[in-house]
């Protein structure tokens, strides 16, 4: 008498299977159901995935939505525009450095080609000596670069 119960929980088991859904909302949030009426335009799931009944953990919010601290420190105008003032002036200079540097690496390199000629330029034993000088130009052009930019961000 006793396997008749336990027979009938083993027929019955495969029934108690649930079609599951995936859906994805618009802002790529991702949901799984098992409600007909809620997995409309959603992907079903195959039935052989195992699925865990684990929640989901708790949405973050975004630290843009916290407003500022009232207590958190805060710059007089004038305080922030000499601040400014004062990182404009370290920039410049810094430019006005890299582009010196600029013009004498460029100087060097031509110093260089100048003393080859023709086809000589093109042998690798010259290339060899005129890449570290070629470098250095390359590098003082990027550092010019990112300075300028950097001063065009400021206000």
Not at 46 to 51: G, I, K
Not at 123 to 138: A, H, K, S
Request: glycine share 4%; charged share 30%.
């Amino acid at each position: 008498m006793r396997t008749l119960p336990v027979l009938l929980l083993l027929l019955v088991s495969p029934l108690a299977q649930a079609q599951v859904f995936k859906c994805v909302d618009a802002n790529g949030a991702v949901t799984y159901t098992n409600d007909r009426n809620q997995g409309r335009g959603c992907k079903q799931l195959s039935e052989d995935q195992t699925v865990s009944s684990v929640p989901a953990p708790p949405k973050r919010s975004s630290s843009a939505s916290q407003p500022t601290p009232s207590n958190f420190p805060r710059v007089a105008p004038d305080a922030q525009r000499a601040r400014d003032d004062t990182r404009r002036q370290v920039l410049e200079k810094e430019l006005a450095t890299e582009e010196a540097a600029l013009a004498e690496a460029e100087k060097a390199v031509a110093e260089q080609e100048g003393r080859y000629q023709g086809a000589e330029r093109r042998l690798p034993l010259v290339q060899n000596r005129l890449q570290p000088l070629r470098d250095t130009v390359e590098l003082h052009q990027r550092n010019v670069e990112a300075l300028r930019k950097e001063l065009g961000n400021l206000k």
